[in-house]
């Protein structure tokens, strides 16, 4: 490697490549990099100068660190420059280097859970082309997004689960004086039964993941944007069953510019559909309301129920605390 780099020897800044050097080894990256600065003023065209300041910011002792230091310096204007003074020779040298090191710093990215590092391995591969097996390692990055992406949607759906019949029932006893004697809880029971026939109950939760508040305080972070919303509606038919429709669905609100196509990809909008053959309310003895639908009763107090995780939700003035009673 030293023979295709001797036609720099007798540059007028061979010397200070030198000295620069001798700091490299001695890990002085602020010296090295004045000594490389001068020999760049006596020879703008040296390209082992330019190597030089670049091993000085990346803080490698030598040339062949460049192979393996798994940081990615392929558009780093001092590696830019020397590839465009060098001879042809110590040009594919050059090149060697960078790509063994974009290999391996993707082959870490790739090994992480990392959304965003495994999208980035993968346009780093893609731009290694027919280097070693880097077409297995692109599907290999396309396999694991796509995991990845249905984990997110699996997590999210049961996050922003809504269990409508709970707010349903919260709306009922915000209107209901409800009576801790035996004899009135059955009369209570169905007469917040028959209020509930024939309504249809609506609600909808939404998560940007931040965008609003960072797009208002200019403060966008380097990562896509998602919006998140669920959309619920619970009717209670007259003949006493249950009709629950939910739309999932995932949009992109803004994502780096030379990803965005590739973010796109994940948005989804996914309906469902649930029928239940009956439902009932229960007050217990002490006053306290329960509502069953199918096979999962759920309850509403000063700490109501939830099916799955609901947060808070506000009724008029009243908040409550939303909790699984299973």
């Not at 109950?201 to 939404?206: L, N, P």
């Not at 960072?214 to 009709?243: H, M, Q, R, W």
């Not at 099916?307 to 409550?320: A, D, K, T, V």
Request: aromatic share 12%.
């Amino acid at each position: 490697m030293e023979d295709c780099k001797s036609m720099y020897d007798n540059s007028p800044a061979a010397a200070l490549v030198k000295r620069g050097n001798l700091c490299l080894e001695d890990s002085d990256w602020e010296k090295a990099k004045e000594f490389f600065n001068n020999a760049l003023n006596l020879d703008p065209e040296n390209p082992t100068a330019y190597i030089g300041s670049l091993l000085a910011g990346l803080r490698l002792s030598s040339e062949q660190q460049l192979s393996s230091c798994k940081k990615l310096y392929g558009d780093n204007p001092d590696y830019k420059k020397a590839l465009r003074f060098a001879n042809e020779e110590y040009a594919s040298v050059l090149r060697s280097y960078c790509n063994e090191n974009a290999y391996l710093t993707a082959g870490d990215l790739l090994n992480s859970n990392d959304f965003n590092k495994i999208v980035e391995a993968k346009a780093v591969y893609e731009s290694l082309s027919e280097y070693s097996d880097c077409s297995e390692k692109l599907a290999q990055c396309k396999e694991k997004i796509d995991e990845l992406v249905l984990r997110r949607v699996q997590k999210k759906a049961k996050i922003k689960k809504i269990s409508l019949a709970v707010f349903a029932l919260l709306v009922v006893a915000a209107v209901s004086t409800v009576s801790i004697r035996a004899a009135s809880c059955k009369k209570e029971a169905t007469k917040l039964y028959n209020m509930m026939l024939g309504k249809t109950f609506s609600a909808e939760s939404k998560d940007d993941q931040g965008f609003a508040t960072d797009y208002i305080n200019n403060a966008l972070k380097n990562k896509p944007y998602y919006e998140y919303k669920l959309e619920c509606t619970l009717t209670f038919n007259s003949d006493g069953t249950v009709t629950e429709d939910k739309r999932s669905s995932c949009s992109l609100c803004a994502a780096p510019k030379a990803y965005y196509s590739e973010y796109e990809k994940y948005e989804y909008d996914i309906p469902s559909h649930y029928e239940y053959s009956s439902f009932r309310i229960r007050v217990s003895f002490f006053g306290k309301q329960y509502i069953k639908i199918g096979s999962e009763e759920y309850q509403c107090g000063a700490y109501a129920i939830e099916h799955y995780s609901l947060g808070f939700y506000q009724f008029g003035n009243i908040y409550r605390d939303l909790k699984s009673s299973r």
